[in-house]
């Protein structure tokens, strides 16, 4: 009933965890058996290790978060020795999410995780981070940068290729265009929404960078618009991110058009939702009688 | 590490700011030691994305309490629960203080960081452990330990009203220069607190490890929100953080040779 086929993988349920709200799997596994999930989405892990951003990192905000965390990760080379093994003992979908800060860093790091003898279904890009060698402009707002990354990265790997969109660009569909040009399987969006806080006690801004990324509830109709501007533009699977918090949030990404989700900021209130929300999504099939919850892609009604 | 629905079993005003809430959590209470803290979602329509964050302030018989006083939101619909009522919390969460027996323990509170002091002086009492208790609030009205104040137990407050004067700090002197043991530090409290209580451990070469607090969204190392800035990793965990430290993951408690004076 849940079951989502796409190429050659198989998802149990359209619901994944988002990459960042879920660690490596393996902290919260006292709180909830991975196993029910349709896959999860690792931290970003990048070629050396990362110590992340001065705090402060995260504010809270009406319906959402602002963070700024850096991408505070192990490394690709501790990734492969402390973390890849234990995704053999996961009966889910993993995708490692890749970040970089050129072409060869991202190309790099995942040549390295592809020498490792690893059960992973393939890798999420993000492509939201400054390109050091274009004077810190994101990959993610050029689509020629997008296509240049997406090639390199698909020169390197037969495992799925998921490009994940920012949505602070001025036309996503020519980024996602320029995705699939290159070669992306997928497309997943959104990551989080340029924001911003403010104390007005101490007059400085909620984050150390200032600007951050803004999450939760509060973006989730930026992101359906966004799902589905790509949904009319090109013909890829494609996965809805972006205050997902109930299977209704899920039905309504799938109405504009996509094939899987991710739940991401809703873990931090509760690491359980993915599967309560997987549970939900099964009452309302049965509900409205849906033999195939897939069924539904798309099917949003307008003139 | 449980996600346990725990019954409240009393939610009291204990003085003129503090509240203390008794929770039925057998679960919880098992595993949890001294310093850690649970994470709790303040009711099921919680519209904010993140839980908030509490020191468990006792833990006896399958209870465990916290002690609060109402700041905001989450603050205020604890204060409105009643007995029977239940409550969604995530914990045992962070590490504890440990090594009790070789110097001799101060215990330094500050405002409501009086609840994982608390809890580690309970324990301490009931390993028989000779030590020192001082708890600092602005008021006297604010304390709610008035009755129990014996030779170790020293209560302060910033304007006079009640023992004395001024902070926790103003009563170290003649415990420290009374004794010719090595003696360690647990602290909790404001960061102006921590900050003097660290300085005042550095100047006379004492042991300190502070409870920090700060704001967190996960409670147990995956968002890393909860960064703080230290100056050697000796308490750290996960050995590719050399700079910074997650307060749930790599603390609360924190050597504060580690935490930069300021």
Known sequence: MLTIRIGNLTFASPVLTASGTFGYGDEVSDLVNVDLLGGIVTKSVTLHPREGNPPPRISETQFGMLNSIGLANVGVEKFCKEKLPKFKKMD??????????????????????????????????????????????????????????????????????????????????????????????????????????????????????????????????????????????????????????????????????????????SNFINPAIGINIISELKSYCEKENIKSLHDIKGTLEYQ | MRNELATIESNEQISSIYQQMVLSAPLIAKDCHPGQFINILPDSKWTHVMRRPMSIASQSNGKISIIYKVVGEGTSILKNLKPCDSLDIIGPLGNYWTDFDTDYPVLLAGGVGIAPILYLHDHLVIKKIPHHLIMGTRTKDEHFFKDKTNDSIVLTTDDGSYGIRGSVINALDSIVSGKNSPIRFFACGPSPMLNAVNRFATDQNINCYLALETLMACGFGICQGCAIETTNNSTISQTYRNQYALVCADGPIFDGKDIPLC
Do not use: W
Not at chain 1, 145 to 173: F, G, Y
């Open chain 1, 92 to 265: 889910t979908h993993v995708f490692v999410n890749i970040a970089g800060y050129a072409i060869g860093d991202y190309v790099e790091t995942l040549e390295r995780i592809e020498v490792e003898d690893s059960t992973i279904s393939g890798y999420e890009i993000n492509v939201s981070c400054p390109n050091v060698k274009k004077g810190g402009m994101q990959f993610g707002v050029d689509p020629k940068l997008t296509e240049q990354l997406t090639r390199a990265l698909r020169d390197k790997t037969d495992k799925v290729l998921i490009l994940k969109l920012s949505p602070n660009v001025t036309k996503i569909e020519d980024i996602a265009q320029a995705a699939v040009a290159g070669g992306a399987d997928m497309i997943s969006a959104i990551n989080t929404v340029v924001g911003m806080g403010i104390d007005i006690a101490t007059r400085r801004p909620s984050l150390n960078t200032v600007f951050g990324g803004l999450s939760g509830p509060a973006i989730k109709p930026i992101a359906l618009a966004n799902v589905h501007k790509i949904y009319k533009s090109v013909s890829v699977p494609i996965i809805g991110i972006g205050g997902i918090s109930s299977a209704k949030d899920v039905i309504e990404f799938m109405l504009a058009g996509a094939d899987l989700v991710q739940v991401g900021t």
